[in-house]
């Protein structure tokens, strides 16, 4: 994860349809420009930081900040005092996209907390 203190979370867009395809043909695999800075400036705009790249990108908050805008519990997964990721309450990776506003939401794929590296077994 980027922070010690703040969890984050990958949110991967949907690429934009191209005109009068009916939704079937992508123009060019990235989202609409104009409906990206609009998720960017909602995920501003309730706490988040929001990290560079297109169609994904990273939203570092903390954990009240997720447990609200999300409407879930989470459990982070820590390292002593560092993060290394977090989950659901319910153990689950994906934050639940059908929460947010359906302006910010109608176009997102999926946003998804990173699996914590297994180092396999210690003390050999």
Do not use: K
């Given at each position: 994860m980027?922070?010690?203190e703040r969890p984050a979370a990958i949110v991967w867009l949907e690429p934009a349809a191209a005109p009068d395809s009916g939704q079937e043909e992508v123009v060019d695999g990235l989202p609409d420009s104009g409906y990206e800075r609009e998720v960017k400036d909602?995920?501003?705009?309730?706490?988040?930081?929001?990290?560079?790249g297109t169609p994904i990108f990273s939203i570092v908050g903390v954990q009240a900040t997720f447990e609200s805008v999300f409407q879930v519990r989470l459990k982070l997964i820590r390292e002593g005092t560092r993060i290394l990721s977090a989950t659901t309450e319910l153990g689950e990776l994906e934050l639940p996209v059908h929460v947010l506003p359906d302006s910010v939401a109608r176009g997102i794929r999926v946003i998804?907390?990173?699996e914590a590296p297994d180092f396999g077994p210690t003390g050999f």
């Open positions: 980027h922070d010690e909602f995920f501003e705009s309730v706490g988040f930081e929001i990290g560079d998804t907390f990173e």
